[in-house]
């Protein structure tokens, strides 16, 4: 959560900083800030809400300088407001301090701080750091940076500026992700890549415990310890069109409609020129150890979660190995028995969910092999694991995930396959069926996605309702999940997910004329099971909005809004079912008039536990 950005060059430092800003705003929105330096002078803007109010505030009040940092919020310590947005600064305004993450241990270091006289005047964790560099300067910020990290505990991704030295900015990272861009003449720096892409394609990843040194000569890189560190600059392939709306309305939109070529390039290069075999190369297991594996363990949070949820069905069924699927945040404080033959399967599009994170490490330390599937190279997950399967999905800017989420189901469909044939559970010949099916649901989805006139008219009779349930069975019931975060997340309608069969143990209780229901009905072993749950909620006079096979006319008779996906093989099915159900949820937001891009509250990395 929160974006940090900063610049230094022979160019205007505010536009460059904005930009930045604005697509980093996915990270958070509760308030913004830039600060710059010119001929030693520091000056800082800062106010509550988004980066256009803060375009309005330089509108009014400009400022110059070919150096600055900038930061965009999520709060987590103090309430979103002005005093509390980045930058910081320390009591005598001479150095300004912009971070993401948490310092753990502020309390004891604001009050030794206050002790000696420093005069907080946020709610924040971060305002400390900026009075213990001020505590530490005598000549050189690099040098106070160094020592003040040594005293605090946590995470961070900071950047420091110092008017008494307007040729450097200092950044540093432990835990919260950071990235300098490098150009002749400048240095950029961001918490992440789309937000410098316009600028510069050569990247430098900092580490954990790394420190830079940016000026328009280059960057150094040391350990806080003080040894330089050499840093090979990687080069960013991404097409900058990834990170534009390029005319669509919202980057929910746009990415609902990218699935098809997320999933292509997912798929890309992974599948054996005879259509029989797929591979992962990537995975980083020996055969030996695939053949070893005993059991499946798979961390994620959110809508990651889900994605393992449905990968639970389908490994278990085609593989043979038992899965189970844990909350990570839950996961990493259980102690967890783990041994050599576990194989941990961490999910996470970002790469840096703090939760997904701490249990990938919980699990490397118990002696379990980890592989992730993540959208972000480079990512701290990826970092943490002995193998890595890349989405490539492009960047995902809108907070709702949803191209992330259908190609963490490619990707683990494409893994179950690999598994199942190296086990020999699956034959070369159904394992090239089930290829062949995996490549006809490309064009199964951009058919789905050519006519969307239905579900925006259910969208405009449902909108004004404020709780919805969604029903599912078997791979049916984490869609009816995914479903409903999706609606809660962008139109803030109280949606639950439940397993159909589970509606009558309690929630059928809330049914009545004003609970539409969305049920997954789709063809299959439990089609007859869902028929008879839908006959329960009409009894008691729901409203059934069914999710159906393309051609089942039955099912018209039954509920009162049908959307018909095209027919696939059944482990495919949720990558067709969760399309309509973001859609659905994406035109309800925007009938309702809510931020669809950046739902209240939430963020696209959830950096903190
Ligand atoms: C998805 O729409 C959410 N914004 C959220 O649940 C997300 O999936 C979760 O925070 C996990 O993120 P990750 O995949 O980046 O780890």
Redesign the pocket.
């Known amino acids: 959560m929160c974006g940090i950005v900063g610049y230094i060059g022979d160019r205007k430092a505010v536009p460059i900083l904005l930009e930045g800003l604005k697509r980093l705003e996915y990270r958070g929105y509760d308030s913004a800030g830039i600060a710059t330096l010119n001929r030693g002078k520091l000056t800082v803007r800062r106010c509550q809400g988004k980066i256009r109010g803060l375009e309005k505030v330089l509108k009014k009040k400009p400022v110059e300088g070919r150096i600055g940092l900038g930061h965009t919020r999520w709060a987590t310590h103090g309430r979103p407001s002005e005093e509390n947005a980045h930058p910081h600064t320390d009591c005598r305004g001479s150095l300004v301090v912009v971070h993401n993450g948490i310092i753990e241990n502020y309390l004891s270091l604001k009050e030794e701080l206050g002790k000696e006289g420093h005069v907080f005047r946020s709610e924040t964790d971060t305002e400390i750091i900026a009075h213990l560099i001020e505590k530490y300067l005598c000549d050189s910020l690099e040098e106070a940076v160094r020592k003040a990290l040594r005293r605090v505990k946590g995470s961070y991704a900071l950047g420091a500026m110092w008017k008494g030295d307007s040729e450097k900015i200092i950044v540093a990272r432990s835990g919260s992700p950071l990235i300098i861009g490098l150009k002749e003449g400048e240095c950029f720096l961001a918490s992440d890549i789309p937000a410098i892409l316009k600028e510069t394609r050569k990247v430098i990843y900092l580490e954990n415990g790394e420190i830079a040194i940016l000026s328009r000569e280059g960057v150094k890189v040391k350990t806080l310890g003080n040894k330089p560190v050499a840093k090979k600059a990687t080069e960013i392939s991404w097409d900058t069109r990834l990170a534009e709306k390029e005319g669509y309305p919202h980057f929910m939109l746009k990415e609902i409609y990218e699935q098809p070529r997320a999933i292509e390039e997912t798929i890309w290069g992974r599948i054996s020129e005879d259509g029989s075999n797929i591979y992962l190369k990537e995975i980083g297991l020996s055969k030996r150890e695939v053949k070893s594996i005993k059991r499946i363990i798979i961390i ?7 994605a393992g949820l449905v990968a639970e069905y389908m490994l278990e069924e085609y593989t043979r190995i038992p899965v189970e699927v844990e909350y ?1 945040a839950e996961f990493r404080y259980r102690n967890p028995i783990i041994d050599k033959h576990t194989l941990i399967i961490a ?7 703090a ?2 994170l701490a249990a990938v490490k919980e699990a490397r330390g118990a002696g379990g092999k980890v592989i992730s599937i ?3 190279r480079g990512s701290s ?1 990826t970092r943490e694991s002995d193998g890595v399967i890349y989405t490539h999905a492009g960047p995902e800017i ?5 191209k ?2 259908t190609s ?1 189901l490619t990707v683990l469909y494409m893994l179950t396959l690999f598994l199942g044939r190296a086990r020999e559970t699956i034959s070369p010949t159904a394992c090239k069926k089930m290829i062949t099916a995996l490549r006809k649901v490309l064009e199964k989805l951009k058919l789905l996605l050519e006519d969307d006139r239905r579900i925006v008219a259910i969208a405009d009779r449902f909108y004004r309702h404020n709780n919805f349930l969604y029903l599912g069975r078997g791979k049916g019931f984490p869609i009816a999940l995914e479903g409903a ?2 609606l809660k ?1 962008v139109s803030y309608i109280h949606a639950e997910g439940y397993p159909a069969a589970e509606m009558k143990h309690g929630p059928i209780a809330l049914i009545d004329k004003k609970m539409p229901v969305v049920v997954i009905a789709l063809k299959g072993r439990r089609y007859e099971k869902i028929l008879s749950n839908i006959e329960e909620v009409k009894a008691r006079r729901g409203t059934v909005i069914a999710l159906a096979s393309e051609g089942d006319e039955e099912i018209k008779q039954k509920a009162d809004e049908v959307i018909y996906i095209p027919r696939t093989i059944v482990p495919l099915t949720p990558i067709l079912a969760v399309v309509p159900l973001q859609l659905l949820a994406y035109h309800m937001a925007v009938k309702r008039g809510c931020s669809v891009d950046q739902p209240r509250n ?5 950096t903190v536990e």
């Open positions: 994620a949070c959110g809508t990651s979660w889900h990570a999910i996470s599009q970002s790469g840096e969910t939760d997904t993540c959208n972000v997950i809108g907070v709702a995930s949803t992330a989420f963490q975060l999706k997340e939430l963020a696209k990395s959830v």
